[in-house]
């Protein structure tokens, strides 16, 4: 995994929709999982939600906690 984009999900900040403003690591879960169904968009915003969304999925959460305590 990529630790550079560890770091860009605790500091970016999902840019439209509902969650607008809404940092990508605070998304909720329901809202990655609708991604997946749907498709991630193109780019590194896709690649930023599915990297939150496998960390969900397989219980990863702890390897951002580090980072978010740093900022």
Known sequence: MNPQLLTELVTLKMPFGKYKEKLICDLPETYLVWFHSKG???G????????????????????????????
């Open 44 to 71: 590194k915003l896709g690649e930023l939600l599915g990297t939150m969304y496998e960390i969900r999925l397989n219980g990863l959460e702890y390897l951002l906690k580090p980072l978010r305590n740093s900022r």
């Open 40 to 42: 991630f968009p193109p």
